[in-house]
């Protein structure tokens, strides 16, 4: 059997520890991957999964209505943006609205570079993925990624082999999973402890 090593219980909060926040800064973002062996150009590759995601209003409505502390809105982004997120993210709003963050209506939902382009026109929804274009340290990797969709979908590719390769449980006690909703065939464990 192949595959990749897992524990016997995943648990959620575990795992969202783990991942990146949404204001995360290029430097600290840098850092993080560099900790698991990613590189700055994988490192921006594998944000372009952006191209496919979504996000709570709540990770970016600073950027909406008081970027830094201004009390007003992050002025990289595109006003036509801005609007049509003022529109989907009500300042004061009690629910958390959902926004796609590839801005193309006719590929947000394809893995392409995409994403890329629209972070190239100031269309970031996320701080990160703005931040990415601006900086001099990432900006070439998106460059090179906007302008040619092969390229993107050769380095996605490479990329997510690379972060499967993070952190490999070697444990024996581990196992891998031929159903994520069972273990060695018994019914999963309850929930929370997933």
């Known amino acids: 059997m ?68 201004t009390g007003k809105a992050d002025p990289t982004m595109d006003r036509g943006l801005l609007n049509s997120l003022k529109g989907t993210c009500p300042q004061n709003a009690t629910n958390d609205n959902l926004a796609n963050l590839d801005q193309n209506p006719l590929s947000f939902n394809i893995v392409d570079n995409s994403f890329f382009m629209q972070i190239q026109n100031n269309k970031g929804v996320i701080g990160i993925d703005q931040e990415i274009n601006q900086d001099k340290r990432t900006n070439v990797t998106v460059q090179l990624l906007a ?17 499967g390769a993070v952190n490999v449980l070697l444990d024996p006690l581990g196992e891998i999973r031929t159903s994520c909703r069972s273990t060695n065939g018994a019914p999963a464990p309850p929930p929370g402890r997933r």
Not at 26 to 55: K, N, Y
């Open 2 to 69: 192949t595959g990749r090593r897992d524990g016997l219980y995943s648990i959620a909060s575990e795992a969202v520890n783990l991942l990146p926040a949404a204001e995360i800064s290029v430097t600290d973002s840098i850092a993080l991957f560099a900790s698991l062996g990613i590189d700055v150009p994988d490192m921006v590759t594998l944000i372009g999964s952006h191209t496919v995601g979504v996000s709570h209003c709540s990770a970016f409505q600073d950027r909406l209505y008081n970027y830094n502390n």
């Open 147 to 163: 302008n040619d969709n092969v390229i993107f979908n050769a380095q996605f590719a490479a990329a997510l082999v690379k972060l």
